[in-house]
């Protein structure tokens, strides 16, 4: 017996495509520009926001939407730095889809703001197949977690914009290969734009968010 | 509109129950005591298996099930040991369900083994949901994860036997705090037993493998 995907699967995404699409077109009409952030648990979503709404926030409104299972512990953090913040949680689901984003704008309001940054559930497989009605997909890999996982978790490697290799203080103290995981990641999506940042010291930060900004005017 | 999850879940859930019931009569009768390993993406679970054959495979019969999306680097990394290894890739899916496992043990060969270790998709989420047949869940988290992913992923604590902290060697680099996860696990799964352990440095292993030799003798 072959191994076999649900193919509920399918008629799920096509559901959230349909809605995503819908999404997309208001935040045109609304003139804001929507990124999706994803990555596994821990890889640092939060922190990098943090360091985004430091750099930006002088500069655009911004409003966040902080995806989670459980707890509004992210949305706590981004809510210090008062920026308009909404918490999406999922109840068990493993990614966010383009319904749960249409309710959270609703709720977060669009007027007035520039960009908005979506955190999604952290996960490095589910979210790569749920279109959210963003403009831009960006990914964090954390050195902790290997430079091998492209071959493993292929998609999101492969839909990103953007690849945020975070946590580079700890490269030291591991055996991870940025060259390795350039060399894997760009053979897969050769277009990826690739940042090396620490969101801890702030090392490399200043690249990512100037990218960000060309973004959000150039749209 | 409030935020929902897709009912399809249950149906789905439901009949993976009836397959895991099964599946662990069958493993019973063959005498095989089956360990499902879960943890994100890069905490280490093929280090942690290399571990747990390093120190059991002279005592006992093993054989390991290898889940991922896509490639056989796991798989390859344990053929190296000598022992049995089948790989499954689910081709997009996020988890191990009962059917794979299934097919991947009558591929193995259950016929002689004592111990099989299923080692799930890199996932914090949804490998929690479905059953294996197994007799005892076991999840990594690692130190660089941070001590707050309880609380935002709580169902794979509260499900889990065990928690093994590993990357223990890290702690000095990060602002990690064993005696708040440790606090936060306890109060969610009273029962669980946590190991902190290092793979690299070998650090604490022998606890594990300890514990694991007398689950497998005392079955």
């Not at 589910?126 to 831009?136: V, Y």
């Not at 946590?167 to 760009?186: G, H, M, N, R, W």
Request: with cysteine; glycine share 8%.
């Amino acid at each position: 017996m072959p191994i076999k995907t649900l193919n509920v699967n399918q008629h799920i995404l096509n559901a959230n495509d349909v809605l995503a699409e819908n999404l997309r077109s208001r935040f045109d009409q609304s003139g804001v520009f929507v990124m999706n952030l994803m990555s596994s648990p821990g890889a640092g979503k939060t922190s990098v926001i943090l360091r985004i709404i430091e750099a930006l926030a002088g500069k655009f409104n911004i409003g966040v939407i902080e995806g989670d299972i459980a707890s509004d512990v992210d949305a706590q953090k981004i809510q210090k730095t008062n920026v308009d913040v909404v918490q999406i949680n999922t109840d068990g689901a493993c990614h966010l889809d383009a319904n749960m984003i249409r309710s959270a704008a609703e709720t977060l309001g669009l007027d007035g703001k520039q960009f908005v940054i979506i955190e999604n559930v952290g996960n490095l497989v589910c979210p790569a197949e749920f279109k959210l009605g963003e403009n831009i997909k960006v990914m964090i890999l954390s050195v902790a977690e290997g430079h091998d996982k492209p071959l493993k978790y292929p998609l999101m490697f492969t839909e990103s914009d953007a690849l945020i290799v975070n946590k580079t203080d700890l490269i030291p103290y591991t055996d991870f290969s940025l060259e390795e995981l350039k060399a894997t990641v760009q053979a897969m999506n050769p277009k990826i734009n690739i940042f090396e940042i620490s969101a801890k010291t702030g090392d490399g930060v200043s690249q990512l968010t100037g990218w960000i900004e060309n973004k959000i005017v150039g749209k």
